[in-house]
């Protein structure tokens, strides 16, 4: 039976890799079908301690996946369909089988909702991002569209009216759903437009960046294009827990319930962005995943 298994490959399960492989626990990490979160789709990565001239984000990943082989972390491929209790430990069914773990970190991390449309994945995070913390700042002086009506679309936006010079919101109805003093905010600052009743219909570029978008009006379906440098989805995220069922607490959204990493299940912890829903920040993560390996080694010392 493996001490610790970790299942997850993005910042936060590499770095309570690291964190319990220097403990002499030898973790097992079960790398997932995203292996290594969502800095694999992250260009450039200026906001990490330590990297003043920027890191790219597969790069990071990769440096942290080798510190923590370093030390003596295992690494499986594959995607976990399935965790249940067995015994003083857990069981976790993979696609090549079963390990069994006295404790388990899940670190699976979340997937940001997106349009469905094929230009969106080719312009991913070379004019279309999820995440104006990350990636406003390569936006400063330039035009900017957000997609979405809620309080994630009012944050995002505010944020980026900091860098842009102009950010127009394209909402599908024509009322936002986020809550009032956020809307007015929103509705007070004179670089942000609203487009209500519209949809992006297609993400259009010159093959090396964002140029423009196509825009459908919901109410007369009449179609026009909008030049803009980039496109900041905040439609939502779908954290990655549904293979969990009922073994742990979840929220309604389907987050992670945990205090300081502890789920209510003992022996079973939970750290980065299958938690945090407001954050969703790469050393956010590793600071999850760093308290989840303390407090899954006290829990082995103990247990």
């Known amino acids: 039976m493996e001490n610790i298994v970790i299942i997850g490959s993005g910042i936060a399960g590499l770095t309570a890799a690291i964190y319990n492989a220097r403990a002499g626990l030898k973790p097992l990490v079960v790398s997932g079908k995203d292996e290594g979160g969502q800095l694999m789709l992250t260009t450039a ?19 942290a996946r080798g510190q923590a082989k370093k030390f003596g972390a295992r690494f499986a491929d594959g995607n976990v369909s399935k965790v249940e209790k067995k015994g003083n430990g857990f069981a976790v069914e993979t696609e090549d089988g079963k390990v069994e773990g006295k404790a388990v970190i899940i670190a699976t991390g979340a997937s940001a909702k997106t349009l469905g449309m094929e230009s969106e994945k080719k312009y ?11 990636d406003g700042y390569f936006y400063n002086g330039k035009e900017v569209v957000v997609v979405g009506g809620g309080d994630s679309a009012m944050e995002e936006s505010l944020f980026l009216a900091k860098h842009a010079t102009k950010v127009t919101i394209i909402h599908r109805r024509d009322k936002f759903r986020a809550s009032k003093i956020m809307q007015d905010r929103v509705k007070a600052n004179t670089k942000i437009k609203i487009l209500w009743n519209s949809t992006v219909e297609d993400v259009l570029g010159d093959g090396k960046k964002v140029t423009s978008v196509k825009i459908k009006n919901v109410k007369n379906n009449g179609s026009s294009k909008m030049k803009t440098d980039a496109v900041f989805l905040a439609i939502g995220h779908i954290p990655n827990t549904k293979f969990l069922g009922n073994l742990v607490e979840l929220d309604k ?25 407001i954050y969703r920040q790469a050393v956010m993560a590793a600071g999850d995943g760093c308290r989840a390996a303390i407090e899954a080694e006290k829990y082995l010392e103990t247990s």
């Open 45 to 63: 990565v200026e906001n990490f301690p330590c990297f003043p001239e920027g890191i790219n984000g597969p790069e990071m990943i990769s440096k």
């Open 253 to 277: 959204q389907g987050f992670i319930k945990a205090t300081n990493t502890h789920t209510n299940v003992p022996g079973i912890f939970a750290a980065g962005d299958c938690v945090d829903k």
């Open 124 to 134: 991913w995070a070379r004019g279309v991002h999820t995440c104006a913390v990350c």
